[in-house]
């Protein structure tokens, strides 16, 4: 099972009125790892990512950060260095006017606001996202994530998968782990689901 993991917004929590904590590393970083933003991620997130991965969880960095997730952020949790989802260039995207590929799954209602096809409201790492998934089951944990995406997810993707929006403002909370726990070990299993 897949865990697809965004930064901005979920491990760096944004855009609340009062200043947010922030954290000193609990572990010596590589220079590379100096990012002003990095100390508001609370380094006990990596015990929490590590629970899940110990559950099941591939984690994958699926963030406009990138390599970078791995240089900065892993040292931060304490994380090894994770796959990291490639993003396809705007003109690569499926249904692109100038875009190489063609579109394996053409949408019948695509934006007719947008020249990249996708459905309206549709988030740009949606498509990408289910096909790195490749028919696994997966969890996507990001701050932007709306029911158009959960709704192409379900037609598009046969194997079980949970959206989970984090508030912003907050970034990953103890709710939002319970939640995520809950999905992988169902109430009264007692062991992950055999997803």
Not at 29 to 38: E, R, T, V, Y
Not at 50 to 67: H, I, M, Y
Request: hydrophobic share 40%.
């Amino acid at each position: 099972m897949l865990l697809f993991l965004d930064v901005d917004g979920t491990l760096i929590p944004f855009g609340a009125e009062r200043p947010y904590q922030l954290y000193e590393p609990v572990r010596a970083l590589p220079q590379s790892a100096d990012h002003p933003l990095l100390a508001r991620i609370d380094p006990a997130l990596g015990a929490r990512l590590t629970r899940l991965a110990g559950l099941g969880c591939e984690l994958v960095w699926a963030t406009t950060w990138l390599d970078d997730a791995n240089t900065c952020i892993a040292p931060w949790l304490g994380l090894p260095p994770l796959p990291v989802m490639d993003w396809p260039d705007e003109d690569d995207e499926p249904g692109s006017a100038t875009g190489s590929r063609p579109d394996p799954d053409p949408d019948p209602d695509p934006d007719p606001g947008s020249d990249l096809g996708r459905p309206r409201g549709l988030h740009w790492k949606t498509r990408p996202l289910v096909s790195w998934a490749a028919g696994r089951p997966f969890l996507w944990v990001d701050d932007e994530i709306t029911d158009a995406d959960r709704a192409w997810v379900a037609a598009h993707h046969a194997a079980p998968a949970l959206l989970h929006r984090v508030d912003h403002r907050h970034g990953l909370t103890e709710r939002d782990f319970e939640v995520l726990e809950e999905w992988v070990i169902p109430p009264g299993s007692g062991a992950p689901a055999a997803r």
